[in-house]
């Protein structure tokens, strides 16, 4: 039973590259989100999608764009990695939108870096 | 727009001894709202949630919390804490149905941490 899967684990960028944050999940959720953790700021949602082929904005989507061709599947991709992007990110999913009446399930979360 | 304040950045406390996180939370109807724990590497955990009904909610691993409407709060109890609860642990608010959003908005978390 994996639940939500994230690669990498770990990643260091260097400022301007680019890399995709990978994220599946295999619970047929139609809910998934990408959240950042910085510490002692909580998460905060980046990006979530109602189901494939729909995504919107979450609070904090600058310097972030996401795609969801499955229903399984739901990549970050960051453009132009910049220092303020140094974090945890994590994905989750839920059967119904994770603000209501519902578990929202987490992955254990990538530590990007970008020096 | 709905808000969390956990007032608590750290708490220490003893094994055995009891355990309440505060958590207050702004939200202008009647909030849905959880707990989450995040062990040290590890991604959330749900711990416990409200809807509706009882305002008395027990969660896993002996959580219990408490809705009280009149002091907007959620708080987070246990009767006797384990060394295994040394963790972080954050309150939400989500967006009830209708409302136009599906997102939790977090506190900025608790730490936990337990002396043997």
């Known amino acids: 039973n994996a639940g939500v899967t994230q690669t990498p684990k770990f990643r260091i960028l260097k400022i301007g590259q680019s890399m995709t944050l990978q994220c599946t999940q295999d619970?047929?959720?139609?809910?998934m989100y990408w959240y950042r953790q910085d510490p002692g700021m909580g998460l905060k949602l980046i990006y979530y999608s109602v189901g494939a082929g729909i995504t919107d904005k979450g609070e904090v989507p600058n310097g972030y764009n996401v795609s969801r061709s499955t229903t399984e599947d739901f990549p970050l991709r960051l453009e132009l990695a910049a220092p303020s992007q140094t974090s945890v990110y994590f994905c989750?999913?839920?059967?119904?939108?994770?603000?209501?009446?519902?578990?929202?399930?987490f992955g254990q979360g990538t530590r990007l870096t970008v020096v | 727009a709905q808000s969390v304040t956990q007032p608590d950045i750290h708490i220490t406390v003893s094994e055995g001894a009891s355990l309440e996180l505060r958590c207050n939370y702004s939200?202008?109807?009647?909030?849905?709202l959880f707990w989450y724990v995040q062990s040290p590497g590890q991604g959330l955990q749900l711990l416990l949630k409200y809807f509706s009904g009882d305002t008395l909610v027990q969660g896993i691993k002996g959580f219990e919390a408490e809705f009280k409407r009149s002091q907007s709060s959620f708080n987070l109890r246990k009767p006797s804490v384990h060394w295994s609860d040394a963790a972080e642990y954050f309150c939400?608010?989500?967006?009830?149905?209708?409302?136009?959003?599906?997102?939790?908005?977090f506190g900025k978390g608790t730490k936990l941490s337990v002396i043997p």
């Open positions: 939200y202008g109807a009647t909030p849905y």
């Open positions: 989750a999913s839920s059967s119904t939108g994770v603000g209501m009446n519902t578990e929202a399930f």
């Open positions: 939400a608010v989500g967006t009830p149905p209708g409302a136009g959003s599906y997102q939790l908005t």
């Open positions: 619970m047929n959720h139609n809910y």
